[in-house]
């Protein structure tokens, strides 16, 4: 009881009274300096500690997994690139590597197009508010929570037994058969059955960001288009699809660099089992079950690879756009 009330002296006054502490400690430096150099200066020292942070929590260690990649697993010794020979002739890196591929195509594609739909159905409706409120309430729920809640929407009982699951269930009222949503042996219905899970998480994501650009058109556009005789559809595929672009691209890498990085929504709900494995899951399982740094460390460093390329292209969008502006 004693150190937890420590801890939280030292969270409630001990970081407070750093942060104080440190501007206080800013100014006085900067009072020591000449006039021309303090604006030189001054964004170096407030950038200071999250840059030292950064390099503390981000780049530290990830320079200690690459170096680690090339290592045993007691990381005593070199062995040169075994770690990713293993990952490139390894029968279940390279499925986690289909599924990883099959969550970054299908994962993208569903949350932009439903995003997008959502966002022009709901624009000008008088429940708008409502209506995207609720979509965007399972982006709240964590992605453990929203694997435990959609095992029991998947649920399955051989047929001829009372059907527990939502879904099951729900088919069973129009006389189909239950379906093993996430059980079925060789076939990647199972990895789709979990892709639908996080569009249903990040659907409204996408719609907030895509809405919040399309209330940006200017509407004297589209008027226009209207009195020139054009319909709805011509409206949309000349005018607001196009300038919707740099927002579609946007919200695209990110679901990208989403669905690389998938684990917990795996690890919740089948823990890589039945041909659903993904990267993410595979290196954890590396590294906590099977005590293969070396190798955990290789998938990590594969993942960032495939991770990297994607952040430079959307921070190159981004400058075009500032540019643009």
């Known amino acids: 009881m004693t150190d937890k009330l420590i801890t939280a002296v030292i969270v409630v006054v001990g970081v407070p009274a750093v942060l104080i502490g440190y501007i206080w400690a800013t100014e006085q430096v900067l009072r020591l300096l000449p006039e021309r150099q303090k604006p030189r200066v001054r964004p170096w020292l407030w950038l200071g500690p999250a840059l030292a942070f950064l390099a503390l929590f981000l780049v530290y260690p990830m320079i200690g997994t690459v170096i680690h990649s090339f290592q045993d697993n007691a990381g005593t010794s070199f062995v040169g690139l075994d770690n990713y020979s293993w ?10 590597l289909k599924n ?7 994962l993208t594609i569903l949350v932009v197009g439903l995003g997008l739909l959502v966002a022009v159905l709901v624009d000008k409706v008088r429940y708008e508010s409502f209506a995207k409120s609720i979509i965007f309430v399972p982006l709240a729920v ?11 929407m998947y649920q399955y009982k051989p047929p001829g037994a009372e059907q527990t699951g939502t ?16 059980q079925i042996q060789d076939f990647s219905i199972n990895t789709f059955s979990l892709i639908i899970v996080m569009t249903w998480m990040w659907t409204g994501f996408g719609m907030v960001i895509i809405s919040a650009a399309l209330k940006g058109i200017n509407p004297e556009l589209m008027e226009a288009a209207r ?11 000349g005018i607001v699809f196009p300038l919707l672009v740099p927002t579609l691209v946007v919200v695209s890498t990110t679901m990208i660099i989403t669905a690389l990085k ?16 993904v990267i993410a899951n595979l290196m954890y399982s590396e590294m906590f079950k099977y005590h293969e740094y070396g190798r955990a460390s290789a998938i990590a460093v594969v993942l960032l690879l495939a991770i990297i390329p994607i952040m430079f292209f959307n921070i190159g969008r981004f400058r075009q756009q500032e540019a643009v502006r």
Request: net charge negative.
């Open 87 to 96: 990952f490139i002739g390894s029968a279940d890196a390279l499925s986690a």
């Open 100 to 106: 990883n591929v099959l969550w970054l195509v299908f």
């Open 142 to 152: 964590s992605m453990v929570a929203a694997g435990v809640i959609w095992l029991y």
């Open 167 to 182: 879904l099951n269930a729900a088919i069973g009222v129009v006389g189909l058969g239950p379906v093993a949503w996430t």
């Open 227 to 237: 009195m020139d005789g054009a319909t709805e559809w011509q409206v949309f595929r």
């Open 262 to 277: 998938a684990f917990d929504i795996v690890f919740t709900m089948t823990n890589g089992n039945l041909n659903t494995n």
